[in-house]
């Protein structure tokens, strides 16, 4: 039997990248897993025989509401959306950028636990990654003030459920990668070359690390977990 078969998840951002290398992971290990992004075509061109989708924008509360309704809530739930933009700095950055960054990347995620948290604290179980960014942690100028405080907010969501739902049976684990080699480094000010790329963190690296926490006994929560390319400074 694979290690989680019976266990039911969720990806959000499925449709490339982290979200997508996760997805592939869960359903590997046995999972049944749904794929949801914005972009209905784009997850159907990747989800292949093991992956369901639903076509979900997690920065609408309504719609969050309504794919929980229908799928319901499953075991583990994955939050791998997010974005970034070309002009990230304070000088360039726009207003109407920055509340896009923080509508996706920090109020998105709240969307999904407030739809979710109910469920899973009335059966006493309930397992979500957020996966963030190491500017989540320390903001530095590669990825841009609106990013960062968008990801400084998702990690104190995560902290205060945890805290406030220790005793619910209810585990966020925070994961603060690095530089990884995904679609979003195509918004970078400067084209990414591909020696660098191949240096990266890749999204199955985070993938393996996901599937082994979701392995893990509910009694046991991992609250944070960083990852990052030798080469990356860390301070």
């Known amino acids: 039997m694979k290690p989680l078969s019976g266990k039911t998840a969720i990806v959000t951002g499925g449709g490339s990248g982290i979200g997508l290398g996760t997805a592939q992971a869960l359903a590997e290990a046995g999972c049944s897993v749904t794929i949801c992004g914005r972009n ?14 639903k076509a979900c924008d997690i920065s609408d509360r309504e719609q969050v509401i309504a794919t929980f309704q229908e799928l319901g809530v499953p075991d583990i ?47 006493g179980d309930g ?25 400084f907010g998702v990690s104190g969501i995560a902290s205060a459920i945890n805290a406030e739902e220790a005793d619910s049976g209810v585990r966020i684990t925070s994961i603060y990668p ?11 000010p400067v084209p990414v070359p591909d ?12 993938a393996s690390l996901i599937v082994a926490i979701a392995q893990l006994p509910k009694h046991v929560v991992v609250p944070e977990l960083v990852i990052k390319p030798t080469y990356q400074e860390f301070i």
């Open 195 to 206: 020696e660098k790329k191949a240096r990266m963190v890749h999204p199955e690296d985070i």
């Open 178 to 188: 690095g530089e990884v080699n995904t679609p979003i480094l195509d918004e970078r």
């Open 127 to 151: 397992l979500v990654f957020s996966v963030s960014s190491i500017a989540g942690k320390r903001a530095y100028p590669l990825a841009g003030m609106a990013y960062a405080a968008s990801k």
């Open 40 to 53: 209905e075509d784009k997850l159907r061109a990747v989800a292949g025989e093991n992956l369901k989708i």
């Open 77 to 123: 739930i994955v939050n791998a959306a997010g974005v970034n933009i070309a002009k990230r700095s304070v000088k360039e950055l726009a207003p109407e950028d920055f509340d896009k960054l923080v509508a996706i990347n920090c109020t998105g995620f709240y969307n999904i636990v407030h739809a979710a948290l109910p469920e899973m604290r009335e059966r």
